[in-house]
């Protein structure tokens, strides 16, 4: 991808009615390797499934190029798809009124793929997704993680070169996801290019290879997981549990010396406390003083993770 | 090639069996054309006028032209309510080969409707077609479906792109049934629309459809023929156009995947 710009064109009001552009993205510029497992990393509205939508050429770009697998999305579009497979989040995008079995064999013929092949490949995929057995049933009685699969199904039956993910895990309970997870490592390592695009960070960090930060339509970051914490690598992190934070409270400690962001989470019965620091040490000897009087439970300091080099360099904008 | 046509069959079969679930279907090849029948043949029989074709046929007609015409597009409305329409936009098979598996499924039943609109004509309104060339007669419904057909590959991308073409077509699909003469002579209109008329590829098919049902003598069936085929071209030539239109704007708007 060079300098892959979309502008939507879109109207405000009823009655008088004005144009309004949207920037969805502005000027990407990325380069994914054959057999590598690439993410893209973002808020909603980040510009993430933009990006994917114009690679398997559901777009067009308002301007800049991209290429998949060599060819031009833009003006090589059948090849394109023939070489390409992918999946987007949620459990729409299937026909529910169908079986499992048949949505598949739909979308062989319409991927042109010969019917001895995919008579072996059909019952293939089922087994390997974990969906033999209940092929036949119609795909309203799926549960979500199914009809995940299924949609995965769907997107390798052309056996791509190049597999699109976007935010396949949405929505899933944790162990559905985490099969699908290992799933898509799997594929990944089997030789397939996979370019996945999540909001979840810990998901990032244990399946890819590369990921990239996408922040208002543009890469704030790109690297190995490893290599986005070192972007960040000063930053640690304190964690504690308060029965009650006032925001005088919370001021008081955004206001100690390295201390870049405070974050706080509703637990049922206590408020967690997330503050990034350049100095964990010296935050937590200053605790007690800047929160007088406040009972503070479960005090620890612990590494960066990838969410939080993303909540850095992302902060609370889309 | 091969792989192609086996695309627009499984469309087709897809089509079918989709539909064979909905209770739209049997709304728009059924129940609607019945009406639409009972009215018609009521009306002439009790008034004696000798345009009975009219009534047997026409409520067929109608179901016939509801299903050809709208059942292709609404389909695609269904893809877009249901998120697969992307997936079939994104697909190495052509959209228009999907249609076309779309809008034979539709054709088929909407043949259909000329079961219980003739069933109804013959056993509760005694009304039969003595003077019927079945010659004539299945080239002229050959010809009408062919012209169906291609007006609905035509409109059908229309779907895609715009969701107001859901709407606008849906209310134009009953102004066709006077301006092409499903239910009366074309003759009954007002002479400045009768010219709208000739312009739509139906309009002669469905003259020589009653022709053919009915002795007429100053019928010339070739021409009627020719007219329905020649248009149906035209509208075909600028399909092509449309598609590619089509295909360029839903890419760049993304309308796709809006619900």
Partial sequence: ?318 | MRALVRAAWRAFEVSLRLRVVSPWTYLNWLLFPVIFAAIGLFMLTSSGIDRVAYGVLGGGIIGFWSVAYLDGGNSIQDERWQGTLEQIFAVPTPLFVIVIGKILSSLLLGLMSFIPTVALAYFGFHAALPGLDPVRFAVSLGVLTLSFFVIAVALTPLFAVWRWAFTVLNGLEMAVYGLCGFMFPISQLPSWLQPISYLLSPTWATRALYASANPTPSANFVSWWLAALGLSAIYLGLSFLLYRFVDARARVTGQLALA
């Fill in chain 1, 1 to 318: 991808m060079t300098g892959l710009r979309k502008v939507y064109t879109s109207t405000r009001g009823t009655f008088r009615r004005t144009k309004v552009q949207n920037i969805a993205l502005d000027g990407i510029d990325l380069a994914i390797a054959p057999g590598e497992l690439f993410g893209l990393l973002g808020a909603n509205g980040a510009g993430k499934t933009t990006t994917v939508k114009i690679l398997t050429t559901l777009l067009l770009p308002t301007s800049g190029s991209a290429r998949v697998l060599g060819r031009d999305v833009v003006t090589e579009t059948g090849a394109v798809r023939r070489q390409i497979g992918f999946v987007f989040g949620g459990e729409r995008g299937l026909y529910w009124r169908l079986s499992g079995l048949d949505n598949l064999r739909y979308f062989a013929d319409l991927y042109l793929i010969p019917p001895q092949v995919s008579k072996q490949r059909i019952p293939e995929l089922l087994a390997k997704l974990g969906l033999a057995g209940r092929e036949h049933d119609k795909v309203e009685g799926y549960s979500r993680g199914m009809k995940q699969r299924l949609h995965l199904a769907r997107g390798l039956l052309n056996d791509p070169d190049v597999l699109f993910l976007d935010e396949p895990t949405i929505g899933l309970d944790p162990v559905g996801a985490r099969d699908l997870r290992l799933l898509i490592r799997g594929l990944a390592d089997a030789g397939k290019t996979i370019f996945l695009t999540t909001h979840y960070m810990f998901e990032a960090d244990a399946i890819c290879d590369r990921v990239a930060v996408i922040k208002k339509g543009q890469i704030v970051a790109q690297g190995t997981p490893g290599s986005i914490k070192q972007l960040v690598g000063e930053i640690g992190v304190v964690e504690f549990e308060v029965d009650a934070i006032t925001p005088e409270g919370l001021d008081r400690l955004r206001a100690l010396p390295g201390v870049s962001s405070v974050a706080t989470a509703d637990l049922e019965l206590a408020v967690r406390v997330t503050v990034h620091c350049a100095h964990p040490p010296d935050v937590m000897t200053r605790l007690g003083l800047v929160l007088d009087g406040v009972s503070l439970h479960r005090v620890s300091a612990r590494e960066a993770t990838l969410e939080d080099a993303y909540v850095e360099l992302v902060g609370d904008s889309t």
